[in-house]
């Protein structure tokens, strides 16, 4: 009995390390006993979770609103060249500038094409928008693309008789010779519609001024076959050959006998290729 008591005692004075050490006998059920705690996958149920954007993708997110903006406007430009809208047009190439969208963008831009294959330096040319014409220049709009027809901005606007046009293009490095599939050179397209500050332009230039055209027709052909008096003048004065046959064997006078022209006219040509002749 005493021996007992005494055994109840030292379990009580040795408190929990004690109890441990007595084969486990204090330790609760496996059913309550805690778990250790477990981290939820969040991510896994809820997706990842939001990061601040990195620089990289705020330059991609910015980079994607710019060829947005280009692609939407470049449309635009192209219209409003078409329709005259010069408000428009200055607008959108004052917003736009190598520096804001970059070069390559830039470019692309200005060489959108519409249906007949023109850009907007071709429409901008050919109307006389001398402003626009500067600005297109000045984001790199090429002088040298062609449309359907094969017409460089250089020739739509000598047809026009765009001369201040026709200096910016030639500034700007655009072919004096280039022969499109209607008119020739921009020396023909002039001529023939007897844009006589053109014409001369062109030839102080360096214009040819005996160029033949696919079927061998020169400036002085196309003049005297549609009574363009001023600017046949302006040939003969620089010098252009009366005599010389396209491929049918035609002079200019045998053109400009055969054509649609009045009496009155072709006398006056008459006399004009035969002063240059004697």
């Known amino acids: ?32 006993q805690r778990e250790p705690a477990v981290a939820l996958d969040l991510d896994g149920m ?13 330059l991609s997110a910015e980079a994607m609103k710019t060829d947005q903006w280009c692609e939407r406007n470049s449309v635009a430009l192209l219209e409003a060249c078409g329709n005259r809208d010069v408000g428009k047009a200055a607008r959108i190439l004052g917003q736009a500038s190598a520096e804001h969208v970059g070069e390559e963008r830039m470019k ?26 500067k600005l297109l220049l000045a984001r790199g709009a090429d002088v040298h693309a062609q449309n359907n027809l094969g017409s460089t901005p250089l020739n739509r606007a000598a047809v026009a008789g765009r ?10 490095g655009a072919n004096l010779e280039h022969q499109d599939d209607i008119s020739g050179t921009p020396l023909h397209g002039a001529a023939r519609r007897n844009h006589c500050s053109t014409v001369r332009l062109l030839l ?44 049918r064997g035609q002079t200019p006078l045998d053109v400009a006998q055969a054509s649609w022209i009045g009496n009155f006219c072709k006398k006056k040509i008459a006399r004009l290729l035969s002063t240059e002749s004697t």
């Not at 005692?9 to 084969?23: E, T």
């Not at 046949?232 to 010389?244: M, W």
Request: with cysteine; net charge negative; charged share 20%.
């Open 46 to 58: 809820f997706g990842e979770e939001p990061t601040t954007p990195s620089p990289r993708d705020e």
């Open 163 to 172: 001369t201040e046009v026709v200096e910016l293009l030639l500034d700007a």
């Open 204 to 247: 102080n230039r360096g214009a040819s001024v005996d160029a033949a055209d696919g079927v061998g027709n020169r400036p002085l052909h196309l003049a005297s076959a549609e009574g363009a008096i001023s600017a046949l003048g302006v040939l003969v004065n620089h010098y252009a050959d009366p005599q010389v046959k396209n491929i």
């Open 1 to 32: 009995m005493l021996v007992h008591q005494a055994q109840q005692s030292q379990i009580v004075a040795a408190g929990p390390a004690s109890r441990k050490s007595l084969g486990g006998g204090c330790r609760p059920p496996p059913s309550l």
């Open 108 to 133: 692309k831009m200005v060489m959108l094409k519409d249906d007949f294959r023109d850009t907007a330096l071709h429409l901008s040319a050919c109307q006389g928008e001398v402003g626009i014409v």
